[in-house]
């Protein structure tokens, strides 16, 4: 594979190499990851930007239906739009359905759209190892709004927050009251929340969540990077296509906002170097899965098991033995 070649096609907005490239930084074999890192160090000097958007919700609350007629918004007023959606993986057999593009029918035939679903594997914090360099990928690309659409698990799905400019969190009307708006976790993460599903006679349901959640905002801190009136609750409709203009206004402005403040370059400083530590971390983990360092690690897990040590001793000799080597 020639990665100079491939950067400049992506660079070009060509969707086929797009794909490929999001293929190869999701790759775990050493000859790929060593390519992904060469071709991510090319494309580093396009300087494109897009605004990077993280999108949660429980499973159920119309996740892709919102997203395909957002994005369908998005698209008609010129945008280029590109979702990167992460699909559950089963414990068993690691397997994932990986059918988002099916359910975002209109959205994966616009040719100002690209839809990529990857699987979660054993990463938690509902999204994929890899998808933060599928998000510098579409930025490199020419997209103007990258969409992240997490699993969708609940409280502890925050990792999406690392890598967008945004976080928003979908809410289904009844979805809580005040005292589930004040929990910590994945309340304290969201920029904007959107009770879905404003419409028919979940209408003045949505209306109520939506007050009770907004009720809930003001009790929280408050945070540095959010102007007056932030994070705000808001009522959307993605069957209808009722509040999607709006919603779009009012992360535009939370953008601008923190752009013209300084916020939005220091978090994706922040978030560069959290992801430096994460690569860190893994790559330590990867030495444990090597050599001799495999061989004594299975040996004093047998001594665990044995009762001949303790899990801590254990732990502290085999990162002892690892400084060593």
């Not at 910590?184 to 920029?191: F, N, S």
């Not at 209408?203 to 801190?221: H, N």
């Amino acid at each position: 594979m020639d990665i100079g070649q491939l950067a400049e096609k992506v660079i070009a907005g060509d969707r086929r190499a797009l794909a490929r490239a999001v293929t190869l930084v999701e790759s775990s074999r050493a000859d790929h990851r060593e390519m992904a890192a060469e071709l991510m160090e090319l494309l580093r000097a396009s300087g494109r930007e897009a605004v990077r958007i993280g999108l949660s919700g429980t499973p159920g609350v119309g996740k892709s239906t919102f997203i395909e007629s957002f994005g369908m918004m998005l698209t008609g007023q010129g945008l280029r739009v590109a979702v990167l959606a992460v699909d559950p993986s089963s414990a068993r057999s690691g397997g994932s359905i990986l059918g988002d593009k099916t359910r975002m029918e209109k959205l994966s035939r616009d040719p100002n759209a690209f839809i990529r679903p990857s699987p979660s594997q054993s990463q938690l914090g509902g999204v994929a190892r890899r998808s933060r360099e599928a998000v510098a990928l579409c930025e490199a690309a020419g997209f103007d709004v990258v969409l992240v659409e997490t699993v969708g698990v609940g409280q502890s799905e925050t990792m999406v927050a690392e890598m967008t400019d945004l976080f928003v969190l979908l809410l289904a009307p009844a979805g809580g009251d005040e005292l589930q708006g004040v929990k910590r976790g994945i309340m304290e993460m969201a920029d904007l929340i959107l009770v879905n599903k404003a419409d028919g006679a979940l209408k003045e349901t949505a209306t109520r969540t939506c007050a009770d959640y907004a009720g809930a905002l003001r009790l929280l801190r408050k945070r540095p990077q959010d102007p007056e009136g932030y994070p705000k609750a808001m009522t959307v409709s993605a069957i209808e296509e009722q509040g999607l203009e709006g919603a779009w206004e009012t992360m535009s402005e939370l953008v601008d906002w923190r752009r013209a403040h300084g916020h939005f370059a220091r978090n994706r400083a922040d978030q560069a170097r959290f992801w430096f530590r994460e690569e860190v971390r893994h790559g330590l983990l990867a030495r444990l899965d090597e050599g001799g360092a495999k061989a004594r690690m299975a040996a004093l897990a047998e001594a665990v098991a044995l009762g001949e040590a303790a899990p801590a001793a254990a732990a502290r000799e085999m990162l002892e033995s690892l400084g060593r080597g």
